[in-house]
C-alpha cells in the first residue's frame, strides 16, 4: 500500500507540476525530484527493499514540502513562494491539493518505514 501511494503522489505531483507550475525553474526541479523518486520506488519493488531509505525520504520531504505550502496559504507564515504552491490559480484547489499530497506522502513514509517485531510476553 505504501508503494501504490508513493507512485500515485508521483503521478499526481508529475502531472500538477506539468500543467499548472509558476516557473520553468520549479518545473524542472520538481521533474528532476519525481524521476529519482520513481526509479528509487522502481529499485525498491525491483529488489526487495534495496532503495527504502530513498523512498522513505523522498516521501518525508515531500511532506515537509506541502507541509510548508499549507502552511504559506494559510498564512500561518511566509516564505515568498505562494506562486509554487498555487495550483490552477485557485486558492481552495491549491489548499485541498496541497492536503491531500502531504497526508497522502505522509502515510506513505508511515507505511514504509521499518516495524519493530512484536515480542510476546508469553
Known amino acids: 500500500m505504501g508503494v501504490g501511494l508513493v507512485v500515485g503522489v508521483l503521478v499526481l505531483q508529475t502531472v500538477a507540476s506539468l500543467a499548472w507550475s509558476a516557473d520553468a525553474t520549479l518545473t524542472g526541479i520538481a521533474l528532476a525530484f519525481n524521476a529519482v523518486a520513481a526509479v528509487s520506488t522502481f ?12 523512498v522513505a525520504g523522498w ?7 506541502h507541509v510548508l505550502g499549507l502552511g504559506e496559504l494559510a ?22 491539493y496541497q492536503a491531500v499530497l502531504a497526508t497522502a506522502s505522509g502515510f506513505a513514509v508511515h507505511l514504509l518505514l521499518p516495524r519493530q517485531r512484536q515480542v510476546s510476553e508469553t
Open 43 to 54: 529499485l525498491f519493488v525491483k529488489r526487495g527493499g534495496t532503495a527504502a531509505w530513498a
Open 59 to 65: 516521501c518525508a520531504g515531500f511532506f515537509g514540502w
Open 75 to 96: 498564512g500561518w507564515w511566509t516564505t515568498g513562494l505562494e506562486a509554487a504552491f498555487m495550483v490552477g490559480g485557485g486558492y481552495q484547489v491549491s489548499v485541498v
